[in-house]
T-cell receptor, first 115, second 117 residues
Framework: DTGVSQNPRHKITKRGQNVTFRCDPI?????LYWYRQTLGQGPEFLTY????????KSRLLSDRFSAERPKGSFSTLEIQRTEQGDSAMYLC?????????????FGDGTRLSIL | AQTVTQSQPEMSVQEAETVTLSCTYD???????LFWYKQPPSRQMILVIR??????QNATENRFSVNFQKAAKSFSLKISDSQLGDAAMYFC??????????????FGKGTKLSVKP
C-alpha cells in the first residue's frame, strides 16, 4: 500500500492558463474522489469515479473543469482558463467500496496558486 | 441538504490531558456514516475514527473515542492523554449515501487543536 499519490504538489500559474493535476489512487481501490479545500475551510466535494465512470459532479465543478479516469486507474483534473478563485488545495481520495463505511484515503493534495 | 457544523475554530489542551471537539450535523436520513479526520500541517488527511449511525455503541480507537447522540445530531470527539503529535486540524465529516450521491463526504470547517507541552 503506497498510498494515494498526487502530482504536482504545488502549481503556480498565471490567470487564464490551463492546468492539469494527476492522482494515482491505491491500486485496488475502485472509487476515486476529487475535493477542493480553500483556506480555513473543510474540503468540498467536486466529483467522483467508480472505476472509469464519472458518476457525480458537484455544482462547484463549472464547465472549465474536467476530470477523467481512463481505464479506472489514475485520474486527471484539468482546469481551463484559470481564475483567481480557483486558488485552492485540490485533494484526491480513493476507497474500495463494498459497504458504505469504507474510509477514503487522501493524498497530500496539489496546491494551486493563480497569479 | 446535509450540513456539518464545528463550532470551535480553535482548541488548546495540555499534554496528557483530555480534550473534546464538538460536531453537529443536519440530515433527514436515518442511515449514514460519520467520520473524524485529522490533517496535520502540510500533511495528508488521515482517518481518526468512524461511526455508523445504526450502531448505538460509541466507536473507540485507542485514545480516541466519540460521543454519538443521534437524536441530538451530535458527534463529538474525545482525545485522551493528549500527545504533541495530536496537534492538527480536525474535521468532522458526514457521508452521503443515497440516490445518486454515493460516498462523497461533507466536511465541517474544522477545529485547530494545539497541544501545549
Amino acid at each position: 500500500d503506497t498510498g494515494v499519490s498526487q502530482n504536482p504538489r504545488h502549481k503556480i500559474t498565471k490567470r487564464g492558463q490551463n492546468v492539469t493535476f494527476r492522482c494515482d489512487p491505491i491500486s485496488e481501490h475502485n472509487r476515486l474522489y476529487w475535493y477542493r479545500q480553500t483556506l480555513g475551510q473543510g474540503p468540498e466535494f467536486l466529483t467522483y469515479f467508480q472505476n472509469e465512470a464519472q458518476l457525480e459532479k458537484s455544482r462547484l465543478l463549472s464547465d472549465r473543469f474536467s476530470a477523467e479516469r481512463p481505464k479506472g486507474s489514475f485520474s486527471t483534473l484539468e482546469i481551463q482558463r484559470t481564475e483567481q478563485g480557483d486558488s485552492a488545495m485540490y485533494l484526491c481520495a480513493s476507497s474500495f467500496e463494498t459497504q458504505g463505511n469504507q474510509p477514503q484515503h487522501f493524498g497530500d493534495g496539489t496546491r494551486l496558486s493563480i497569479l | 441538504a446535509q450540513t456539518v457544523t464545528q463550532s470551535q475554530p480553535e482548541m488548546s489542551v495540555q499534554e496528557a490531558e483530555t480534550v473534546t471537539l464538538s460536531c453537529t450535523y443536519d440530515t433527514s436520513e436515518s442511515d449514514y456514516y460519520l467520520f473524524w479526520y485529522k490533517q496535520p500541517p502540510s500533511r495528508q488527511m488521515i482517518l481518526v475514527i468512524r461511526q455508523e449511525a445504526y450502531k448505538q455503541q460509541n466507536a473507540t480507537e485507542n485514545r480516541f473515542s466519540v460521543n454519538f447522540q443521534k437524536a441530538a445530531k451530535s458527534f463529538s470527539l474525545k482525545i485522551s492523554d493528549s500527545q504533541l503529535g495530536d496537534a492538527a486540524m480536525y474535521f468532522c465529516a458526514y457521508r452521503v449515501d443515497y440516490g445518486g450521491s454515493q460516498g462523497n463526504l461533507i466536511f465541517g470547517k474544522g477545529t485547530k487543536l494545539s497541544v501545549k507541552p
